[in-house]
């Protein structure tokens, strides 16, 4: 019939037009989404404390949830608290130094260039882009209500993502009965297998930097501080920070490292700055490699099987084409696409990837 004909390309219209719809949606309502992302990874390491008021003591769901929800809040404003005072003094002892380093900084722009048959002014290009960043500044001083609000347009989202949070804490069992209840009753055991796998996945990842920034964050100021390396808490902070990013933050931080070294000196080695730079720098590196051969699979354990090659490349794509907030998380993401092909692999073969294991009820009374 002439209905037929027109039933498959209007499915695949219709089809086409929800994508397009969908695409246009999550660019429109990017920061939204990037907001929810963030409420979404901070609930979801809170979460596993909830589970353990809850079957520690005799508090409901929700008591368990304001609790944890407050202890988030305090600590939210304790550790800058703590932390800026340090970061402070630290920083004041490094200002001497940095002038130092900004003095020789002209001095090596003031030479020209010479690059075969053509001369370069450095002293000019500086010049030029220090007008443009005083031009810049003057314009942001100049248009300060739009710069007032950007911040209170931030501080908007960061309310945003303080009320996701915990609205994702508390009604995260509704989440995972709403997200199950896409599967026929037919696959249901498959829907609650393939979260609960993924739900280890992200688990063992999200909990587990928390884990391995801190112990980076320690070693890495701890080590600096024995070689009497100034500003060494700073140094650590900066190291367990960027220990976020995978593969190339730990890079980044040894590098860091090993250029302020370089111009600060140690406190009492009696090296030159640049043997002191290299003790430094190899320091950075044993750490990363303590990290990478002892503390990571320790701490996240062996749920998150991907090749290095595969997380490089994963960190460099994410990082080139979608931004930072993807990038921290391209390793958990990797993993769930890997145990989502896996799924849709054995099923293609025909083969059962959770199969439910037979009682002794069901099974077959063997013949007389």
Same mark, same amino acid.
């Given at each position: 019939m002439p209905t037929n004909n027109w039933e498959q390309p209007l499915r695949y219209l219709i089809i086409s037009f929800v994508f397009l719809a969908t695409v246009w949606l999550i660019a429109t309502l990017q920061p939204l989404i990037s907001s929810l992302v963030v409420a979404a990874l901070l609930a979801y390491i809170l979460h596993p404390l909830v589970n353990v008021i809850i079957s520690h003591t005799r508090f409901s769901h929700t008591a368990a949830v304001n609790i944890v929800y407050m %202890?988030?809040?305090?600590?939210?404003?304790?550790?800058?608290a703590m932390l800026v005072p340090v970061i402070l003094e630290q920083t004041k002892g490094l200002s001497p130094d940095f002038e130092y380093m900004a003095g020789q900084l002209q001095l090596f722009t003031e030479r020209p260039l010479i690059i075969g048959p053509l001369t370069l002014s450095l002293e000019t290009i500086v010049a030029d882009l220090s007008t443009s960043i005083a031009r810049t500044f003057g314009d942001i001083a100049t248009n300060f209500a739009y710069v007032l609000a950007g911040i209170s347009t931030n501080f908007l989202w960061i309310l945003v993502i303080m009320?996701?949070?915990?609205?994702?804490?508390?009604?995260?069992?509704?989440?995972?009965?709403? %997200?199950?209840?896409?599967?026929?009753?037919?696959?249901?055991?498959?829907?609650?297998?393939?979260?609960?796998?993924?739900?280890?996945?992200?688990?063992?990842?999200?909990?587990?930097?928390?884990?391995?920034?801190?112990?980076?964050?320690?070693?890495?100021?701890?080590?600096?501080?024995?070689?009497?390396?100034?500003?060494?808490?700073?140094?650590?902070?900066?190291?367990?920070?960027?220990?976020?990013?995978?593969?190339?933050?730990?890079?980044?931080?040894?590098?860091?490292?090993?250029?302020?070294?370089?111009?600060?000196?140690?406190?009492?080695?009696?090296?030159?700055?640049?043997?002191?730079? %290299?003790?430094?720098?190899?320091?950075?590196?044993l750490i990363q490699q303590i990290e990478n051969i002892w503390l990571r699979p320790a701490?996240?354990?062996?749920?998150?099987?991907?090749?290095?090659?595969?997380?490089?490349?994963?960190?460099?794509?994410? %990082?080139?084409?979608?931004?930072?907030?993807?990038?921290?998380i391209i390793i958990p993401l990797l993993a769930t696409f890997s145990v989502l092909f896996r799924y849709f692999r054995l099923r293609i073969r025909g083969i059962d990837p959770y199969p439910q294991p037979v009682l002794p009820a069901q099974a077959k009374e063997p013949a007389p």
């Amino acid at each position: 019939m002439p209905t037929n004909n027109w039933e498959q390309p209007l499915r695949y219209l219709i089809i086409s037009f929800v994508f397009l719809a969908t695409v246009w949606l999550i660019a429109t309502l990017q920061p939204l989404i990037s907001s929810l992302v963030v409420a979404a990874l901070l609930a979801y390491i809170l979460h596993p404390l909830v589970n353990v008021i809850i079957s520690h003591t005799r508090f409901s769901h929700t008591a368990a949830v304001n609790i944890v929800y407050m %202890l988030f809040l305090l600590l939210l404003g304790a550790v800058p608290a703590m932390l800026v005072p340090v970061i402070l003094e630290q920083t004041k002892g490094l200002s001497p130094d940095f002038e130092y380093m900004a003095g020789q900084l002209q001095l090596f722009t003031e030479r020209p260039l010479i690059i075969g048959p053509l001369t370069l002014s450095l002293e000019t290009i500086v010049a030029d882009l220090s007008t443009s960043i005083a031009r810049t500044f003057g314009d942001i001083a100049t248009n300060f209500a739009y710069v007032l609000a950007g911040i209170s347009t931030n501080f908007l989202w960061i309310l945003v993502i303080m009320v996701l949070v915990y609205y994702l804490l508390k009604d995260s069992r509704r989440l995972t009965d709403w %997200l199950t209840g896409f599967f026929s009753s037919r696959y249901q055991h498959h829907a609650q297998q393939l979260l609960a796998e993924i739900d280890s996945i992200w688990g063992s990842f999200l909990r587990g930097q928390l884990l391995l920034m801190l112990f980076v964050g320690v070693l890495s100021w701890l080590g600096a501080s024995i070689v009497g390396m100034p500003g060494a808490f700073v140094i650590g902070l900066i190291a367990g920070i960027l220990d976020i990013i995978p593969s190339l933050g730990p890079t980044l931080a040894a590098v860091i490292a090993a250029l302020v070294a370089l111009f600060e000196g140690s406190s009492w080695l009696p090296v030159s700055n640049i043997f002191f730079a %290299l003790i430094v720098l190899g320091i950075f590196l044993l750490i990363q490699q303590i990290e990478n051969i002892w503390l990571r699979p320790a701490v996240m354990g062996r749920r998150l099987k991907l090749h290095p090659a595969i997380v490089l490349v994963g960190v460099f794509t994410s %990082l080139a084409l979608f931004g930072i907030l993807v990038t921290l998380i391209i390793i958990p993401l990797l993993a769930t696409f890997s145990v989502l092909f896996r799924y849709f692999r054995l099923r293609i073969r025909g083969i059962d990837p959770y199969p439910q294991p037979v009682l002794p009820a069901q099974a077959k009374e063997p013949a007389p």
